[in-house]
C-alpha cells in the first residue's frame, strides 16, 4: 500500500456511526462519515445515547425496547408527579405544619407503616413470587393500578383523621406489593430485552432513565406544590388527572412488549389458532390478543406439576390415566381443574406438549360445543375418556404445531409456564 492515496478502511462502532481512513498528501486522516453515508449525528445526541441507552443499541436489545421505554417514561414521569402530592398529604397527616402534634406521635405512624409495608413484602413474595416471571406483563400493570390507589388513600387519609394510621399502613402495605411486583416484573422485562446477555447493563441504564425522568418530574413538583397547598379540590383534580395519564401510559407499555417465549396465556392463544385453521400466530400476533389485566379466578383453572395424590386416587384410576398414554406426563380433571403430573425425566418439549394437552381439555370443560379440531374430544362420555382421547389428538397435531412454533421464531427451548416442582416417576408402557 505503498503511496497509495485514497481510502484505505472503514470502522463502525456498532451500528452508530462509521469512521473512514484516507490518504492525503502521504498523511493519513480520520473522518466520520455517519452511518451508510447518512449525516454524522451531533456530540449531543452521541453523548445522550451513550449515557441513556444500552451499549449497542439497538442490536443489543429487542425490537420492542424503544416503544416500550418511551411509555415507561411517561407513566414514571406522571408518577412521579402523583407521588409528590401523596407526600405532601402524608406529610400533612403525621402534623407538619401543626402546633398540636408532636414528634413522637408522627413518628410511631411513619414506624407503624413501615413495619406493615415490610411484612407485606415478605408475605407477597412468599406467595405469589414465582408467578411474577410467566404473567410478567400482568403483574407489572396490576403493580402500578395497585401504586395508584396506594397513593390515592395517602391523599384521602388526612380528611379521616381517627384513621389516618389505619389508612396509610394500608397504602404502606399496598405500596410493598408494588415494590416486589415492578422490581421483580421489571427484571423480567430486561432479560427478555437483553439480546447480548447484557441485562445488567440495561438494567443500569434504565435506572439512569428513570433518574432523569425523577428529576424532571421534581422540577415541576417545585411549581406545584405552592398551587396545591390547602387546596384539596385541585390537589384531587391534579391526581386524577396524573392517575388516568399514568394508567394509560402503563398499559401501551405492557402491550407494547413482544416476548417470544412460551406462557400459558400465549400457548392457549396459539394452540386454539392453529386448532381452528391451521395457521401459526406470530409472536407479535399472540402478544397482541394476549390478555393484560389479572384474571384470579378461572373458571376451569390448569394445575401443572402436581403430585400424583392429586390425579390419581386409587390403582384403577392409574391405569386408566395411562390408558392410550405413553408420555412423560399423567393428566387428570380432578375438583374442577385440569392437573398435570410431570415426570422426572421430561424435556422441555413434553413440559409444551403436556401444557398443551391441557389446555385443550380446559377448553372443552369450559365450552362444551368448541370449534375445529377440539370438536371430536366434545363427545366424550366423562373426564377419563376425556382425557384418553385427548391424547389420541395431542399425538396427532403436536410434531407439525411444534415446528410450526420454531419457524415461527417462537422460543422452543424454555419456557414461562408455571410449573410447581413436584417430579415423579412411573413406570411406563413401551412403544
Known amino acids: 500500500m505503498e503511496g497509495a492515496e485514497g481510502l484505505i478502511a472503514t470502522e463502525k462502532f456498532g451500528s452508530q456511526e462509521t469512521w473512514s481512513y484516507q490518504v492525503k498528501s502521504g498523511r493519513m486522516k480520520r473522518e466520520r462519515v455517519g452511518k451508510d453515508g447518512e449525516k454524522p449525528s451531533s456530540s449531543i445526541t452521541a453523548a445522550f445515547k451513550s449515557v441513556f441507552l444500552p451499549q449497542g443499541y439497538p442490536e443489543s436489545v429487542s425490537e420492542d425496547y424503544l416503544q416500550y421505554q418511551l411509555w415507561?417514561?411517561?407513566q414514571a414521569f406522571s408518577s412521579s408527579l402523583s407521588g409528590t402530592l401523596a407526600t405532601q398529604a402524608s406529610l400533612r397527616g403525621v402534623g407538619?405544619?401543626?402546633q398540636e402534634?408532636?414528634?413522637a406521635a408522627a413518628t410511631v405512624t411513619w414506624l407503624l407503616r413501615d413495619g406493615t409495608g415490610m411484612l407485606g413484602r415478605i408475605l407477597f413474595a412468599w406467595l405469589k413470587g414465582n408467578k411474577l416471571d410467566s404473567e410478567a406483563k400482568k403483574w407489572r400493570l396490576f403493580a402500578d393500578i395497585l401504586n395508584d390507589i396506594a397513593m390515592f388513600m395517602e391523599i384521602a387519609a388526612p380528611h379521616f383523621p381517627p384513621f389516618f394510621t389505619l389508612i396509610v399502613c394500608i397504602a404502606g402495605i399496598f405500596k410493598s406489593i408494588v415494590g416486589v411486583a415492578g422490581g421483580?416484573?421489571?427484571?423480567?422485562l430486561s432479560v427478555h430485552q437483553a439480546r447480548r446477555n447484557n441485562m445488567a447493563d440495561i438494567s443500569a441504564k434504565d435506572g439512569s432513565q428513570e433518574t432523569l425522568v425523577n428529576l424532571a418530574g421534581l422540577l415541576v413538583s417545585l411549581v406545584l406544590i405552592p398551587l396545591v397547598t390547602n387546596n384539596p379540590v385541585l390537589t384531587f383534580i391534579l391526581f386524577f388527572f396524573f392517575t388516568v395519564l399514568h394508567l394509560f401510559a402503563n398499559y401501551k407499555a405492557v402491550r407494547s412488549v413482544v416476548?417470544?417465549?412460551l406462557n400459558e396465556a400465549r400457548l392457549s392463544i396459539i394452540l386454539h389458532q392453529y386448532l381452528l385453521d391451521g395457521q401459526i400466530l406470530s409472536p407479535?400476533?399472540?402478544?397482541?390478543?394476549e390478555p393484560v389485566v389479572l384474571e384470579f379466578k378461572r373458571?376451569?383453572?390448569?394445575?401443572?406439576?402436581?403430585?400424583?395424590?392429586?390425579?390419581?386416587?386409587?390403582p384403577q384410576e392409574l391405569q386408566l390415566a395411562l390408558k392410550n398414554n405413553n408420555k412423560s406426563y399423567i393428566i387428570g380433571v380432578q375438583n374442577g381443574s385440569v392437573c398435570v403430573c410431570l415426570a422426572a425425566d421430561a424435556s422441555v418439549g413434553d413440559e409444551i406438549m403436556a401444557a398443551c394437552q391441557a389446555v385443550c381439555i380446559s377448553a372443552v370443560l369450559h365450552k362444551p360445543q368448541p370449534d375445529g379440531a377440539l370438536r371430536q374430544l366434545c363427545n366424550t362420555r366423562d373426564s377419563c375418556e376425556l382425557v384418553s382421547e385427548s391424547h389420541k389428538l395431542i399425538d396427532r397435531i403436536f410434531q407439525p404445531f411444534l415446528t410450526g412454533l420454531e419457524r415461527a421464531k417462537w422460543h422452543t427451548d424454555r419456557t414461562l409456564l408455571d410449573w410447581d416442582e413436584w417430579r415423579v416417576e412411573w413406570k411406563k408402557k413401551s412403544h
Open 72 to 74: 415507561d417514561t411517561l
Open 96 to 98: 407538619v405544619g401543626n
Open 101 to 103: 402534634a408532636t414528634v
Open 184 to 188: 421483580a416484573t421489571r427484571a423480567a
Open 259 to 261: 416476548m417470544e417465549t
Open 284 to 289: 407479535a400476533e399472540a402478544n397482541r390478543r
Open 299 to 314: 373458571k376451569v383453572p390448569i394445575r401443572l406439576g402436581v403430585r400424583l395424590g392429586d390425579i390419581i386416587k386409587d
